[in-house]
């Protein structure tokens, strides 16, 4: 089912004063191809200066490229990996919603003008095991996303190419890297003790009661 879960992906560029007309978004190929993409959504805060942008994901192993074109910049970002929950079989399979957001930010500069941002995403499985041996169990997922970045400064493309290139930007690019782990991450959690051995100790310990009390 995790599989299935329908995961958007939005990123909030803040202290910029792109616009959604400067936007553009493709999704990048194997070999160096690229296919452009019109399926986002897009929105501007005014008094907060934040270009939000957001799309559906149509898999999960993918790589989304967003351009902002024009002598802007950027202070920073935030990446957020949203999708809604999903239950079968009368809630004994159950994915979790997913809810996560991660903020970067270079300390005191703007960012970097080609960033890239890889995530991994891993399946945590939980597993509850029944009171009886009768009963079934009950199993919940939800994606575990771990991110990093190569760079989010151009300070050492400054020193080898000059203090100018602050001046001169004609697009500002973020590349979101996204794959699944090898593995994934299975908790199992079950009772202390199953309902016929409470029954058992209970009926043994009131019959000892009784014995004890009979002497």
């Known amino acids: 089912m995790l599989d299935q ?22 999704q990048n190929m194997d070999r160096g191809q ?35 074109k024009g002598p802007y910049f950027v202070g920073g970002f935030r990446l957020c990996l949203s999708g809604p929950s999903k239950a079968q079989n009368e809630k004994k399979y159950v994915v979790e919603e997913l ?9 005191n500069e703007t960012l970097t003008v080609n960033a890239l941002v890889n995530i991994k995403m891993t399946k945590t499985i939980n597993r509850t095991m029944g009171m009886s041996i009768n009963d079934d169990s009950m199993y919940g997922g939800l994606w575990l996303p771990k991110l990093s970045v190569t760079t989010l400064s151009d300070a ?53 009661n009784s014995l004890f009390f009979v002497h």
Do not use: W
């Open 156 to 208: 050492l493309v400054y020193v080898e190419n000059g203090e100018y290139l602050r001046y001169l930007p004609e697009r500002t690019r973020l590349i979101v890297d996204m794959s699944e782990s090898d593995f994934f991450v299975q908790n199992t959690q079950e009772p202390i003790a199953r309902r016929n051995e409470i029954i058992f100790h209970t009926v043994l310990f009131s019959s000892k």
């Open 99 to 107: 809810d996560f957001c991660e903020m970067f930010s270079p300390l």
């Open 5 to 26: 879960q329908h995961i958007t992906l939005t990123i909030h560029f803040i202290g910029t004063a792109f616009s959604c007309k400067n936007v553009s978004m493709q």
């Open 34 to 68: 690229s296919i452009s993409s019109t399926n986002f959504n897009c929105s501007f805060d005014n008094e907060n200066f934040i270009l939000s942008v957001s799309t559906l994901l149509p898999q999960h192993r993918i790589s989304v490229e967003f351009n902002l």
